[in-house]
């Protein structure tokens, strides 16, 4: 009787001792870094990988896509956010992308303001200075107030890129967040603006471009111009963790598709 009380007791230390394991096992922590245009779509990802894994956590950290792309370079995060492609140094400097989703770049305006479309020549023009007044365009007499993005933005170097006027927009404001320039284009009637497409809000109006509005049908057949990928950035030679490789195969499969259009993007998958 009291050998087997013995193996009893053993049998259940050694059960609870592989329960205790395998919880741990559940554990770990995913650290993100960059885009801020990805906010929405990193964000629902996150809370759905969280609801799967029971017991890891998911943050993100919202630098701008050079900082997230730096950020893996040295170590710091354990997968970038780029609102941009990677340039061919930065894969030569061993960095891989994944391109997660695509997104359009919405070129917004004060609600109050009357012009509704603008073809990708006159968003140039307007960007370079060489369009200065509203009336130039049927609006209101008033001074064009030209936001953008800081230097080093995802956002910034895909307009410029797209509209051709790298190194030449005459900026009021240079902001270091999507949620600053709709705030301060939602702010002045006067003001123009470039955002994700996946955070343009009822504050401010996106624009058609050469005639075609923005959203996720029009970004997903290409009819939209003004379109970027989102891309998750690793180093080469450098292994996941166990929650990180989780997360990186859960956004990447089918079964994320779902939440990365919820979130107004376009799904890849």
């Given amino acids: 009787m009291k050998k087997c009380l013995t193996l009893a007791l053993a049998t259940v230390l050694a059960v609870s001792a592989a329960a205790c394991c395998s919880a741990q096992q559940k554990g770990g922590t995913v650290s993100t870094d960059g885009s801020t245009s990805m906010e929405e779509v990193i964000g629902v990802l996150g809370e759905a990988f969280q609801e799967k894994y029971s017991g890891m956590t998911f943050t993100y950290n919202p630098t701008g896509s050079g900082s997230g792309i730096q950020a893996v370079r040295e170590g710091r995060c354990d997968i970038g956010l780029s609102s941009r492609s990677l340039k061919e140094e930065e894969k030569a400097d061993g960095l891989t992308e994944t391109v997660l989703a695509k997104d359009g770049i919405a070129v917004i305006v004060n609600p109050k303001n009357e012009v509704s479309d603008l073809d990708i020549e006159t968003i140039a023009k307007i960007y370079t200075g060489e369009i200065t007044n509203w009336s130039e365009l049927s609006g209101n007499d008033a001074e064009i107030v030209v936001i953008g993005r800081e230097a080093g933005s ?5 307009f410029e890129s797209i509209t051709g006027t790298e190194d030449a927009c005459k900026y009021r404001q240079e902001l270091t967040s999507t949620g600053d320039v709709i705030t301060t284009v939602s702010q002045n009637p006067d003001a123009i603006g470039y955002a994700s497409l996946a955070a343009v809000s009822d504050q401010i109006k996106a624009l058609s471009v050469n005639g075609v509005s923005p959203s996720e ?3 997903k057949d290409g009819s939209y111009v003004i379109q970027r990928p989102f891309v998750l950035v690793t180093k080469d030679g450098v292994e996941l963790s166990d929650a990180a490789q989780k997360f990186f ?21």
């Fill in 154 to 158: 995802g956002t910034r170097d895909g």
């Fill in 217 to 219: 049908a029009t970004v």
């Fill in 249 to 269: 195969d859960f956004v990447t499969s089918d079964e994320a598709a779902p939440f990365i259009s919820q979130a107004g993007a376009v799904p890849i998958k």
